[in-house]
């Protein structure tokens, strides 16, 4: 997060990719793509699939229950390839009756039956999908769906149903094909389009999220979880100006929810308009004082701008309600550094590498703070990680240059010095990238 100790500068907080990273989803719940699927426009009748009755789902909640179930698109095909030889035992229709009893695993082994009598049988195979998958056996599920296609590629629903099976199983490269395959089919269909966003957020490809997206959201303008699915995506793509629109028509409908102002805030700060970013991470922490890394992400920017006291008090707020938050401590400990108060800066970064072994400005501070105790070694050590943890941030390399010098490895300092001055001053990165992102996944309360 610096580019010097007192020299940081940053297009915007760096997200939760919150971490929006956030690991995503310990921080505001970011947009739940997670919960993405409520019925969706233009799809809203019911289908029949021998009995079994579907909903179309879209994107719609936050990012906390991932792969829990989307209703399944139902299978309208023909069960049976050709007539079922006199004295098998094993019938489509014995499978259905258990399946509306809800004897899933009963109408499962029926079905397996059925397609053990007639491996051919592509419609069957798609029907053992569907009730794998409302039993959650999403693997078993995938693979029966994929012996479908492989029999009848042109079988409807199936490609749908594959993509949602990868999908909860938190697989969303694997659910792309499928989802893609299901709109090129469709091209209307909204269910597929949204849940093609998702997958392609899922992966961390957020410009191709945002497309998808984009369109979803446009043909159904009053689903406001799907706008903050956008807004979110967009966020993720550095597409500021986007996720700020999205955002400021959210707020228009929910002016004092914290998780907008949050992704507001980010947005804002990634356009570098960093005061207006801590306004609304202010307003969001007013309102949700105990939400997840708001105050981190507020005592970010204000340490971002020097205002050092009110990041001080910020972080120290978040590890009220966090008190193992790794990247308060460090961020404590490098304001300690800056305070020339070596030793209780030890004692902070210490206590945050223990927690989290990625926290580049915890090191960086490290290196410092033993360089100036003469451990070499040791500082060595700390610096080389904060080098690896960010190549193309100047600061590491700087101070490796300074200490090889120190220890008389010349020609070490020297290839240093010259990596700092081919390196153009980055940015620490923004607010976002602090801070943690969400999963996609399926709501829980859709069934399976």
């Known amino acids: 997060m610096s580019q010097e100790r007192g020299e940081e500068k940053s297009t915007g907080l760096k997200t939760r990719h919150y971490k929006v990273a956030r690991s995503i989803v310990p921080l505001r719940q970011r947009v739940p793509l997670a919960a993405l699927i409520t019925l969706l426009p233009g799809e809203r009748g019911e289908e029949k699939r021998t009995g079994l009755k579907t909903r179309h ?101 199936v490609e749908l149903n594959l993509g949602l099976a990868e999908f909860k199983q938190g697989n969303f490269e694997a659910a792309i094909a499928p989802f893609r395959a299901a709109l090129v089919a469709q091209p209307q269909n909204a269910q597929a389009r949204a849940l093609l966003g998702l997958s392609w957020y899922g992966a961390k490809r957020f410009a191709e999220a945002a497309k998808q997206l984009k369109v979803a959201a446009k043909s159904d303008p009053g689903n406001t979880e799907l706008r903050r699915a956008l807004a979110q995506s967009c966020l993720l793509a550095k597409e500021y100006e986007c996720a700020l629109e999205e955002f400021r028509q959210i707020l228009q409908q929910d002016p004092d929810a914290a998780a907008t102002h949050i992704l507001m805030g980010e947005a804002l700060d990634g356009l570098s308009r960093t005061p207006e970013a801590i306004a609304e991470f202010q307003t969001a922490a007013k309102a949700a004082p105990r939400e997840p890394e708001v105050n981190f992400g507020l005592g970010y920017l204000y340490w971002k701008s020097h205002q050092y006291e009110n990041a001080k008090i910020a972080f120290e707020s978040e590890l009220a309600v966090d008190e193992n938050h790794a990247q308060s401590l460090a961020y404590l400990g490098d304001i300690e550094l800056k305070a020339n108060h070596p030793e209780e800066a030890l004692a902070l970064l210490n206590q945050a590498v223990k927690l989290k072994d990625d926290i580049r400005i915890a090191y960086l501070d490290l290196g410092t703070i033993l360089m100036q105790q003469k451990q070499n070694k040791e500082a060595l050590a700390a610096l080389l990680r904060a080098e690896k943890l960010g190549p193309e941030q100047p600061e590491a390399h700087y101070r490796l240059a300074r200490l090889y010098r120190e220890m008389g490895n010349a020609a070490a300092s020297q290839k240093e010095f010259e990596r700092v001055r081919a390196l153009h001053e980055k940015t620490e990165g923004d607010v976002g990238s602090k801070m943690a992102a969400p999963t996609p996944s399926l709501p829980p309360s859709s069934p399976n």
């Open 57 to 157: 789902y879209t994107v719609a909640r936050c990012i906390a229950l991932l792969r829990q179930g989307a209703r399944l698109v139902a299978v309208l095909v023909v069960l049976l390839a050709g007539p079922v030889a006199r004295g098998q035992s094993a019938k489509p229709a014995e499978a259905i009756a258990l399946e509306q009893q809800g004897k899933l695993e009963e109408a499962a082994a029926v079905w397996r039956a059925v397609t053990a009598q007639n491996p051919r049988d592509a419609g069957a195979f798609a029907s053992l999908g569907v009730v794998l998958s409302k039993e959650q056996k999403y693997p078993e599920a995938a693979a029966a769906y994929k012996k479908a296609l492989a029999l009848d590629r042109k079988l409807p629903g």
